[in-house]
């Protein structure tokens, strides 16, 4: 008994010692030990399903409140469906001037246009701050650094007045080309950080073998970098997607409507009681972000983990 | 290292340049700006441009259809006398003031508990994730406007229970309340942050303290806190000046009107209203820029505290 009783505390602090792992091992002689650890860790299951769970109730609840008659959005919290309710979707489909799809599609082109853009031009400037000397660098890349900080809200003003005096209010070229101009600076951040964990042997090589800074950054450091570009592509994505001030300011035409001001509209114009298909459309509005979370998560979270963002 | 550590390294480091890097300047400088040439105009064009711009807009008279006019300090003498606006700065504030706080607890809280390899990880990991990517969207917001409506979800649910709640969001003493709540439900991506930051502490110091016989509380408080703090410091930061220009769930919320009694009139609502609404552009510019004081206010007095509190292990 007592054998037992000393036996343990020993191997566990050897174990310790030598394993590098960052996680702690119960050690399995240990009863009471493991007892306790096991119920440590029903504790912390159930604070986190509960937690979970009601974080999670809002989403599911709405997803099955759009598949109901009116009516049971107000008198039905519960989860469970008796029959599925389609006509929500009918509906709210074709509640306003025109067609969902139609703002859907013009989402799109926002979307596909900001990611296009981001890719080319931060990548561009990302080259340039994480491998090129030249003069300035430090007060750009200090500037550049700041610029990530700017509140939109500075800028929105004089922006607008630009782009009205051209012409282009109603038109989805103000919310495409700041990001052609690489504006939105966190991107180039990220990619820097990445363009320096790539071995810079690797451009020496191609330099001997006689390849010019372009070459370079198209053959060598863009097919390296492509984690940083997904990540990139991903946070564009549902941040454009999302976008709802500036699509607010530039977008007042109906034809020209972004997803988020279509909904908005669609607040606006129904009274308190078709929340139904009000609720189908944000989820049509939703599923997409839903989608690429699905897929993308591992570059969402390695993005967030390594620069710190929003 | 992030922008935020990068920022404050930089002004660290102001030593002559080494002889590499001279032998280095200009090598590449061609080559240099025309990968920088969209960043460069971009830089000009759409941000210092714009923003010298609504400087000299902040002094003038605008309303985008005849010419500015030069009013001096007449827009800012009259933000002093606006009550509106020192309104739309007190549910700032306090939408900033609380909502940050509580957000990045339950961020540091739930990561705290997933820490450990905990089974099941990646798995929650995703389900306190999810609502920070959605957080953003119209389509949150208006869930948001029926579950904290009066015959809401939470209402129903309160009845459950026998109890008769207020129609939170068209009540002004709970409207902010409930906003609030939203930007807490959005605690996933600080908490992300915060996880990758326990990884890094060195397991080493906690069997240190583990042979001097530390409690678990101790651990926290004198290991887990202290090499936290970076990181800490960092999401505070960004989340206060991301707060600070919230604008789509008040706006959804509210019906686009900071209402009910300008409860949730956050200045960025009020600034929109005063410049796209009304278009009082020369107003709303020196709005702006007082954000931007503000914003730049709380960094730097976010800079300067940390001198006392967040710790660098190097």
Wanted: one cysteine or more.
């Amino acid at each position: 008994m007592t054998k037992i009783q000393t036996l343990p505390p020993a191997a566990e602090g050897q174990s310790s010692k030598t394993s590098k792992s960052p996680r702690r091992r119960e050690s399995p002689g240990n009863l009471a030990f493991s007892r306790n650890a096991r119920i440590k860790g029903l504790i912390k299951h159930a604070i986190l399903i509960l937690v979970g769970g009601i974080m999670i109730y809002p989403l599911l609840w709405m997803v099955v409140s759009s598949l109901r008659p009116n009516d049971l959005i107000f008198r039905e919290p519960g989860l469970w469906l008796n029959n599925l309710e389609m006509s929500n979707y009918t509906d709210g489909w074709s509640a306003l001037t025109h067609p969902f799809g139609h703002y859907m599609i013009n989402s799109a082109i926002v979307v596909l246009g900001s990611i296009v853009g981001n890719l080319i031009s931060c990548s561009m400037a990302a080259y340039a701050f994480a491998r090129l000397q030249f003069s300035g660098k430090k007060l750009f890349f200090g500037i550049m650094l700041l610029t990530i900080m700017l509140p939109f809200h500075v800028v929105i003003v004089p922006q607008y007045i630009l782009f009205s005096q051209i012409g282009w209010v109603n038109t989805f070229w103000p919310l495409i080309v700041p990001k052609l101009l690489a504006t939105d600076a966190f991107f180039v951040f990220l990619m820097v950080q990445f363009i320096r964990g790539i071995p810079k042997e690797l451009d020496e090589a191609a330099r001997i073998d006689g390849a010019g800074h372009p070459r370079i950054f198209l053959r060598v450091i863009l097919p390296l970098m492509v984690p940083a570009l997904a990540t990139t592509t991903i946070f564009t994505f549902i941040w454009t997607w999302n976008d709802f001030f500036g699509a607010l300011i530039y977008l007042t035409d109906p034809d020209m409507f972004t997803v988020p001001v279509a909904l908005r509209a669609f607040v606006d114009s129904q009274s308190a009681t078709s929340w139904g298909s009000l609720f189908a459309m944000s989820i049509v509005s939703l599923f997409p972000v839903f989608l690429v979370f699905l897929f993308g998560q591992r570059f969402l979270i390695k993005g967030i983990a390594t620069t710190g963002i929003k | 290292m992030s922008a935020i550590g990068e920022l404050s390294t930089m002004t660290r480091r102001k030593g002559p340049m080494t002889k590499e890097e001279k032998k280095a300047n200009g090598r590449d400088n061609k080559a240099a700006y025309v990968f920088l040439l969209p960043w460069l105009i971009g830089l000009v064009v759409i941000t210092v441009g714009p923003m010298l711009m609504s400087l000299y807009l902040s002094f003038t008279d605008y309303n985008l259809l005849q010419p500015p006019q030069w009013v001096g300090i007449d827009n800012f003498v009259r933000m002093f006398g606006d009550a509106r606006l020192h309104n739309s700065l007190r549910v700032t504030f306090t939408y900033v003031l609380v909502g940050v706080p509580l957000q990045l607890a339950v961020a540091l809280v739930i990561a705290l508990v997933l820490d450990k390899g905990l089974r099941g990880l990646p798995f929650y990991r995703s389900i306190f994730y999810l609502p920070s990517l959605l957080g953003g969207s119209v389509a949150v917001a208006i869930l948001w406007k029926q579950i904290f409506g009066t015959t809401g979800l939470v209402n129903q649910v309160l009845a459950m229970i026998g109890i008769q709640g207020p129609g939170w969001i068209s009540d002004p003493n709970t409207a902010l309340g409930s906003i609030i709540l939203l930007h807490v439900w959005t605690f996933g991506s600080p908490m992300i942050i915060f996880l990758a930051g326990l990884r890094q502490i060195p397991n080493m110091y906690y069997e240190a303290a583990e042979v001097d016989g530390a409690t678990t509380l101790q651990k926290f408080w004198r290991i887990t806190l202290p090499m936290l703090s970076p990181i800490i410091f960092f999401n505070l930061v960004l989340q206060i000046i991301g707060s600070f220009q919230s604008f789509t769930q008040a706006f959804i919320v509210s019906g686009g009107n900071g209402g009910p009694s300008d409860s949730t009139m956050f200045f960025t609502l009020y600034l929109y209203q005063k410049g796209f609404g009304q278009f009082d552009m020369g107003y709303a510019s020196a709005m702006a820029w007082f954000l931007l004081v503000i914003i730049g206010a709380f960094t730097a007095i976010n800079f300067i505290a940390s001198k006392y509190w967040v710790f660098y292990d190097d």
